[in-house]
């Protein structure tokens, strides 16, 4: 049996992205929930969450109380128990 030839795994990104594991919460127009900031650039982040409520193109403030962080941004794409987030605005101060 001739092995299957490995694809390379290509990110097509502007900003390189870092694990954190940051305790967050997460407030749309309706609701707020708690959720994992799993890794995050300059653009955006992608969060654990359960995503029951969220759609695509919602916007979204996510509030980061252990490093007194707050970002607001777009969801941009939901799978399972993650969504992505694109930062619509600079992170501010709590």
């Not at 990104?13 to 300059?42: M, T, Y």
């Not at 992505?84 to 101060?93: C, E, L, N």
């Amino acid at each position: 049996m001739i092995p299957r030839p490995k694809l390379l795994e290509i990110e097509n990104r502007d900003h390189k992205r870092h694990g954190c594991r940051w305790p967050a919460v997460l407030f749309a127009e309706n609701f707020s929930r708690s959720c994992v900031i799993e890794d995050i650039s300059n653009s955006g982040c992608r969060l654990h969450i359960n995503t029951g409520k969220l759609t695509a193109n919602d916007i979204v403030k996510i509030q980061v109380p252990p490093r007194q962080l707050s970002f607001v941004g777009k969801v941009v794409w939901l799978r399972c128990d993650e969504a992505g987030i694109k930062f619509t605005s600079k992170p501010a101060k709590l």
